[in-house]
């Protein structure tokens, strides 16, 4: 099973900043599109960013727009997501996404499971002061 590795979460104050990395461990993410959806206690999964192959083009929700990047290094097989001016209500388990439906074509962010084939683990980004 191909399961993309996400790492850089934790506790932050607000008005901080965090980078999560979205790691091809033990397969490439080339041809690949890059999501991050995140969960927050009691509601539901949403999109957040997503960035297709080579990196054309990318995507984000509303409520991140102008304080996070997402990007792809296709070098080191890594996608990231940089979280600036964070938020008490940016406090979610973060999920990183890989898919090959778009090909060349722009990426989605308004479906998850299904479209998105190969999800990691997740990892806990906390904003609390």
């Known amino acids: 099973q191909l399961q993309p590795v996400e790492s850089g979460g934790g506790l932050v104050q607000p008005g901080e900043s965090l980078r999560l990395s979205c790691e091809g461990s033990?397969?490439?993410?080339?041809?690949?599109?890059i999501a991050w959806f995140r969960q927050a206690p009691g509601k539901e999964r949403e999109g957040v960013s997503c960035?297709?192959?080579?990196?054309?083009?990318?995507k984000y929700a509303n409520s991140v727009k102008g304080r996070f990047t997402i990007s792809r290094d296709n070098i080191r097989n890594t996608g990231y997501l940089q979280m600036n001016s964070l938020k008490p209500e940016d406090t979610a388990v973060y999920y990183c996404a890989v898919t090959r439906n778009p090909g060349s074509g722009p990426c989605t962010i308004s479906r998850g499971e299904g479209y998105y084939d190969y999800w990691g683990q997740g990892t806990q980004v906390t904003v609390s002061s």
């Open positions: 960035i297709s192959y080579p990196g054309t083009h990318t």
């Open positions: 033990g397969f490439t993410l080339d041809y690949y599109a």
